[in-house]
């Protein structure tokens, strides 16, 4: 049952004011990878290890939420050049803190320490760019990844009707990490790169069970960013854009948006037909292009800026940033290419009975 009392995590009234003005006057700019940034220190184990996990009986090299607790400055230090670069919020780095994320290191006992540390990492990062830049509002959206283990699909192709988790150890994993980051007082919620939709109604039945829980004043906008796998249009678990926005639609979303996958270009007929269905805000992050033969991505800050600023400028977009392959200098150019250009209106859809499978039905 709701109640009416403050949790002590729940956003201001006027930072959540603050948040909503930048969506409601003009483009809204996310930050770039951070994955790609992390690579760039050529970390060793010894750093994810840190002093705390020196003598820890698994290999944890690769575990980039982990430089939360381990390597602090490094996460911070990346928030701080995205806010430099132009950025109005970065996310948590916090892609893979559930304890279903963890399990492959054997961290499952840390993982609400660890979403509390990234909060505070990137927190200190925005309040350092607002008082750089006074007058300037800068936010932190809590990331909620997608996990390795799917509700939609079998890890066996030899028994399709297995699954390698339930629904229940789905929701209890998105629930604690998700309790961690409105404690630690993000601005949002991102649950992003959702190519599994029973995962992600999963995350937001959980998301919207501790509000419940907790009471009115401890929402914060919840923001969810789809990927199109390929040129199918589709995602993993084989919607097309229009049903899983049919799909997430109950959860009245602050934002709706594409992210990772495919280059900003690849995007462009997915975005475009989201722009039109969508009631909500709508958000595009892509990658920075596709990977190459080497693993790494070829398009640069021109390149990319060029894209996004083609969808800002053909009315698409109320958000833009970069996945995969994007750095700051990719997000000062961004922010540089729609700085002018007006945010896509928002509007109603005809009222109609909106279904989904794989692909949506609309019953007007």
């Known amino acids: 049952m709701s109640t009416s009392v403050q949790h002590p995590s729940s956003p201001s009234a006027a930072r959540a004011a603050a948040f ?17 940034m ?19 009986p698994h290999d944890l090299k690769g575990n980039n939420d982990l430089l939360c607790l381990t390597r602090p400055d490094i996460v911070e230090k990346i928030h701080a050049d995205y806010f430099a670069a132009g950025a109005d919020i970065v996310e948590t780095n916090t892609f893979s803190s559930t304890s279903i994320g963890q399990a492959d290191y054997k961290l499952e006992p840390i993982v609400t320490e660890l979403n509390l540390a990234a909060v505070a990492c990137a927190r200190r990062a925005a309040l350092a760019a607002e008082a750089a830049t006074p007058g300037r509002h800068c936010f932190v959206a809590g990331a909620i990844g997608p996990l390795n283990r799917t509700l939609s699909m079998s890890p066996d192709v030899n028994r399709p009707d297995y699954r390698a988790v339930t629904w229940e150890q789905v929701v209890t994993a998105y629930s604690e990490q998700i309790r961690a980051l409105l404690d630690a007082g993000v601005d949002a919620l991102l649950v992003e790169t959702i190519f599994d939709t029973l995962n992600s109604k999963a995350a937001l039945f959980a998301i919207e069970s501790i509000f419940d829980e907790r009471g009115e004043a401890s929402r914060v906008p919840v923001m969810i960013s789809v990927t199109i796998t390929d040129a199918s249009g589709r995602t993993l678990s ?29 995007m462009r007929p997915y975005v475009e037909e989201l722009a039109k269905i969508a009631e909500c805000y709508v958000t595009c992050y892509p990658n920075a292009g596709l990977p190459n033969a080497f693993g790494g991505y070829d398009e640069t800050p021109a390149d990319m800026a060029a894209v996004l ?12 940033g970069g996945c995969c392959g994007s750095t700051p200098p990719h997000i000062a150019a961004i922010a540089q290419a729609v700085r002018s250009l007006p945010a896509r209106r928002l509007h109603a859809p005809p009222r109609a009975l909106r279904l989904s499978g794989l692909e949506p039905l609309l019953v007007a």
Do not use: W
């Open 238 to 266: 084989g919607q097309t854009i229009g049903a899983f926005y049919h799909s997430i639609r109950h959860a009245k979303p602050f934002s709706v948006g594409i992210n990772c996958a495919l280059g900003g270009q690849a």
């Open 309 to 320: 600023g083609e969808f800002a400028a053909s009315g698409f977009v109320n958000m833009v």
């Open 38 to 56: 992390i690579q760039t220190y050529t970390l060793e184990e010894a750093d994810f290890r840190g002093t705390r996990f020196a003598d820890f």
């Open 20 to 36: 909503r003005a930048i969506f409601a006057e003009r483009i809204a700019i996310l930050d770039g990878a951070m994955g790609s």
